[in-house]
């Protein structure tokens, strides 16, 4: 179903300048996507880190004043745990391995990207609960406002922060609207009944589990009547854990949302799911089988491999552009039928139906 650019990977770890010379740019990955004067733009987030060395790991954390630290531990150390590359683990507490920012890059073609001109590119995680950054933006466009959703990672947890702004030059901080353990939060593009609503991601410890949940809010920062719609399936390729792309399309249909799932070895792949026009927080159809997996070699192999992430997309009438992260390392892009996916959900909704009333 999922047309691959022929240039993937567009964007690679090499086309991005360091936020600074000691820098090294690991990752480029899971960009948030909008329009914005009559081009296609990127809020791309960066993972860096220090050059390192062959006996020690070391890795950036912001201190209280802002200020950038290395932290270095030899790795040799018994109290060391690096099995995931994402993370650092060291005497009970997890770091990551390495430091995101967000970056603005943009587009007259959709496919080759360049940095704007005359704006600020760089965002920074700025606040205490970002000391070990800002991740995996989405931005929904309500108005004219654009509402960004962004990871906010710190010792503190990982929560979803808002940031919003109409002309990607000043910029409003809304501060953290879902405290940990929360992430993947996807604003709805418009009111529904006269209320805001959002998908989001909080993980349960003991109970429950990284399930799929949507909440409505009167004024984008107040979040209430929180429902949990989409939970992981046993057996299934997103048995692990679920958690919303971009803002959910609408379609005649119901809201389509494309939505990652992973199984227990950390394989990322995409689905879709169609929920009521009026109440979405009822779950009308949802994919079998993956919409998306990770089989190219970009998307097998690289800084965290078996990775296809979306949180970024243009539609542009049946067309769906999707754009993701691949292997946690590149970005490409792929294109969809719109009317394709509605079909394949509608079928498997059509059979489940037909099997509960035989
Ligand atoms: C988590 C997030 C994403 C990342 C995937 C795969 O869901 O940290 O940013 O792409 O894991 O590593």
New binding site residues.
């Given amino acids: 179903m999922a047309d691959r650019f022929s240039e993937n990977p567009i964007i690679k770890t090499a086309d991005i300048k360091p936020s600074s010379p000691d820098m090294v740019v690991e990752c480029v ?2 960009p948030g996507v909008f329009s914005f004067a009559g081009k296609t733009w990127l809020i791309l987030r960066v993972a860096e880190r220090p050059r390192q060395h062959t006996d020690s790991v070391s890795f950036p954390v912001m201190d209280k004043h802002g200020r950038l630290k290395i932290v270095s531990f030899q790795k040799d150390d018994p109290a060391l745990n690096l099995s995931d590359p ?1 993370m650092v683990k060291h005497s009970g507490i997890t770091y990551l391995s390495t430091l995101s920012h967000l970056r603005l890059v943009c587009s007259d073609d959709g496919v080759h990207f360049y940095e704007p001109e005359n704006f600020p590119t760089i965002i920074f995680g700025q606040s205490q609960l970002e000391t070990f950054g800002i ?2 933006c989405r931005v929904a466009k309500i108005d004219d406002v654009y509402c960004l959703t962004f990871t906010q990672v710190s010792e503190h947890g990982v929560g979803v922060g808002l940031m919003r702004t109409k002309d990607w030059m000043n910029f409003q901080h809304d501060g953290m609207i879902l405290p940990p353990h929360n992430k993947d939060c996807a604003i709805f593009e418009e009111q529904i009944n006269g209320v805001y609503y959002c998908l989001h991601r909080p993980s349960g410890i003991d109970l429950g589990g990284n399930f799929v949940w949507i909440a409505s809010s009167p004024d984008l920062l107040h979040w209430g009547n929180h429902t949990c719609i989409l939970h992981t399936r046993p057996g299934m390729w997103d048995c692990a854990r679920v ?1 919303a792309g971009a803002a959910p399309i609408k379609t005649k249909a119901g809201w389509l949302e494309i939505y990652h799932g992973a199984d227990f070895n ?1 394989r ?1 792949c995409l689905g879709a799911v169609l929920l009521d026009l009026d109440d979405p927080s009822k779950v009308i159809a949802r994919s079998e089988a993956p919409l998306m997996e990770p089989l190219a070699p970009y998307e097998q192999t690289g800084f ?1 491999g078996n ?1 296809v ?1 979306t949180n970024g997309h243009i539609v542009d009438g049946d067309e769906l552009t999707v754009y993701y ?1 691949a292997s ?1 390392e590149v970005i490409c892009g792929a294109k969809f039928s719109i009317q394709a996916i509605l079909d394949d959900l509608l079928t498997v909704a059509a059979a489940k139906k037909a099997i509960q009333t035989a």
């Fill in positions: 990955l899971n994402r991740e995996d958690g950390h990322y965290f990775v992430f992260g946690d």
